[in-house]
Each structure stands twice: as structure tokens, then as C-alpha cells.
């Protein structure tokens, strides 16, 4: 099974770049950029990530990516993952990014454009690998600063495949960036969100209402909202879950009691993502391998995900056919 998940041509619809750093890198950044890290070792990074929800991942997640300064060293980040991704038979890959958390540190988006957009190229020459690009908005910080950061992005408008929103959810609905999104929409931007990871069934409504997304990131507690699973159904939203990082963010105790296998069963558009690969304890094949340790999935459910992806990826008819094509050839 093992060799199958690999073989299978996997589009990755939700992951955060910065959550990519492994401790190995982290520690070659801080030295070339003199960035003093509160570890003492690759180990004691390791040992550090013991989460107990959300926020507690969240503040190593802005601690580690301190070491990222110039654009070299986002290009260097991205490879590292993009490398990794095409061992495991990923083909594409959709990346959050947060310019904020970046912006705050005194590194300017120019940086963070200049080295993600020359590793994509060198990802698409080296691996044959297609990727996108969604610009996120921290969620917990006032909403006039995300408008600045759109506004101001204006140069890469057109490089931006989506705008997202992430960071801590639960206190920051949706609704809170009903403006910015309008505004996204105008520029004719399409848009995707986190909602009901930690946060309630209702700002999955709200995504859908107020912000117009096609996707929604996490969505795993639209369960809890029989009306809403009926409307996903029928409008055919595609939910970006993210196994791994809900156990050890304790969404869930353990991956037997994850709800995929009921959001496949209610007939969902569900996809298998990585999400913080670095901090989650691993990349897109160790969450496709869970999922079949614990729900004992057959090759045409994994391939009925896979081919959910494809679907809903942002890349262009051409390339999906091509993915769907080499899909249909996996076996
Ligand atoms: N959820 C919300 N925000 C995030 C995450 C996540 O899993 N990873 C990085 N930012
Ligand atoms: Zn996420």
C-alpha cells in the first residue's frame, strides 16, 4: 500500500510554507543570518513541538520562522519542502504564505516573492512540479492591516493564485474581514479560508456568505451542523483536511477518531493535505499512510481524494488534465 500512496499522483491544496522549516534548516538559517534560537539543539527543537491546541503550536510557528530574513532564504525553504513533496510523489502544491508575520519582523514581501517565486520555477523545471501561491491573512491581527497588505501587494496581484485567512481562529470570525475579501474579489482574486478547525459550524457559513471562498481549510466541525453538511454537499465545497495536524493539535484525540471517514461518507469533496509538515510529524504520503492505518481506506477512496484535488486545484485545464491522466494511469 505503502508503494501505491507513493506512486499516487497527490496535489496538495493546504499547506503553509513556513510551516515547512524543519530543525535542520532552521538551525543553517539561524547561523547565516546570526539569529540566536532558543534551542540548543536539532533535538531539543524536535522535543519542543508538543502541542495543546492551536495557539500553542502557533507561537513556535512564529518563533521558527525568525531565521527567515532575505529572499535567498524563503527560496532555500520552499526547495527543501518542494524536494521532499516530489520523493513522495507529490505532483502539486498550493502554498499559504504570511506576509504579516514577515512585514512584523522587518522583512519586506518583496523578499518573501523573490525567493517563493524562484523556487516554484526551479521546482517546475527540476520536478516537473506545478505550485501556487495564496497570500494569507493573519486572522487575530485588526483587519485595516490586512487591507494594507493587500493594497500594497499590488505588484504580485497577479501572481497570487488566492487569498486566504489563518492564524487563530476562535474570536476572529469570518465576518471580521468581509471588507478585505470583497476587496480580493474586485481584483478578480479568488479566496479560500481556515473555518471550523477550532472555531464553530457557523464561521463556515460565514466563509461562505461574507468572504465568497470556493474552499474551505480544515471544515471538520461542519459535522456538528447537519444543515451545513447538506449545503457543502450540494455547492460542492471542497474541504482541504488536514489529518495529522488535527491529532496534534488535539482537534482530535487520535486518528481513529477523526471524522474523515464520515465526511467522505455524507459525500463531501474532502482532500488529504500536511498543513505545517515540519511541526505535524510529516509531509503528504505519512498522512495519506495514516489514514490507512486507521480507516483501513481501499486504493479507490485514495484515489477518489486524489482526483478531488486535482479537481479543485488551481492550475489550468491543460495541466489538471495531464494530473488526472497520469491518476488514471496509477495502479
Ligand atoms: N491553522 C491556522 N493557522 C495556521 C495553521 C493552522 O493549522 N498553520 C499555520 N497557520
Ligand atoms: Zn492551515
Redesign the pocket.
Same mark, same amino acid.
Given at each position: 500500500m505503502r508503494d501505491f500512496l507513493k506512486r499516487l499522483p497527490k496535489a496538495e491544496l493546504h499547506l /503553509?510554507i @513556513?510551516?515547512t522549516l524543519e530543525p535542520e534548516l532552521m538551525f543553517t538559517l539561524a547561523n547565516r543570518n546570526g539569529v540566536k534560537l532558543p534551542y540548543e539543539s536539532i533535538g531539543a527543537v524536535r522535543a519542543a513541538y508538543e502541542f495543546d491546541d492551536?495557539s500553542s503550536? =502557533?507561537e513556535l510557528?512564529y518563533s521558527g520562522m525568525s531565521v527567515l530574513k532575505r529572499a535567498e532564504d524563503f527560496h532555500d525553504l520552499a526547495m527543501d519542502y518542494f524536494r521532499r513533496a516530489h520523493a513522495e510523489g507529490v505532483v502539486h502544491v498550493e502554498m !499559504?504564505f $504570511?506576509p504579516q508575520a514577515h512585514l512584523a519582523r522587518g522583512v519586506e514581501l518583496e523578499s518573501v516573492m523573490e525567493g517563493l517565486g524562484l523556487a516554484r520555477r526551479e521546482a517546475e523545471r527540476e520536478f516537473g512540479m506545478s505550485t501556487a501561491l495564496i497570500m %494569507?491573512f493573519l486572522r487575530d491581527r485588526p483587519a485595516e492591516e490586512a487591507m494594507r497588505v493587500l493594497e500594497s501587494a499590488a505588484p504580485y496581484w497577479e501572481l497570487l493564485d488566492a487569498v486566504g485567512l $489563518? #492564524? %487563530? @481562529?476562535v474570536g476572529h470570525p469570518p465576518s471580521k474581514f468581509a471588507e478585505v475579501f470583497q476587496r480580493a474579489k474586485m481584483l478578480g482574486i479568488p479566496r479560500v479560508a /481556515?473555518a471550523g @478547525?477550532e472555531g464553530p459550524p457557523e464561521y463556515i457559513r460565514e466563509a461562505l456568505d461574507l468572504l465568497d471562498v470556493c474552499r474551505i $481549510? !480544515?471544515g471538520v466541525r461542519c459535522l456538528e451542523d447537519p444543515e451545513l453538511v447538506t449545503r457543502l454537499r450540494e455547492e460542492e465545497i471542497v474541504l482541504t483536511v488536514?489529518p495529522l #495536524?488535527n491529532v496534534r =493539535?488535539k482537534v482530535v484525540e487520535r486518528m481513529e477518531d477523526h471524522p474523515l471517514p464520515e465526511l467522505v461518507e455524507a459525500g463531501l469533496r474532502v482532500t488529504l493535505n500536511s +498543513? +505545517?509538515p515540519a511541526y505535524f510529524g510529516g509531509g503528504m504520503l505519512a498522512n495519506f499512510q495514516a489514514c490507512h492505518d486507521a480507516f483501513g481506506w481501499s486504493r479507490e477512496t485514495f484515489i477518489q481524494l486524489a482526483g478531488t484535488a486535482i479537481e479543485s486545484a488551481f492550475i489550468s485545464e491543460r495541466r489538471r488534465l495531464e494530473l488526472h491522466r497520469r491518476l488514471a494511469e496509477c495502479d
Open positions: /503553509h @513556513e510551516g492551536l503550536f =502557533l510557528y !499559504h $504570511d %494569507a $489563518d #492564524s %487563530a @481562529e /481556515h @478547525e $481549510d !480544515h488536514c #495536524s =493539535l +498543513d +505545517d
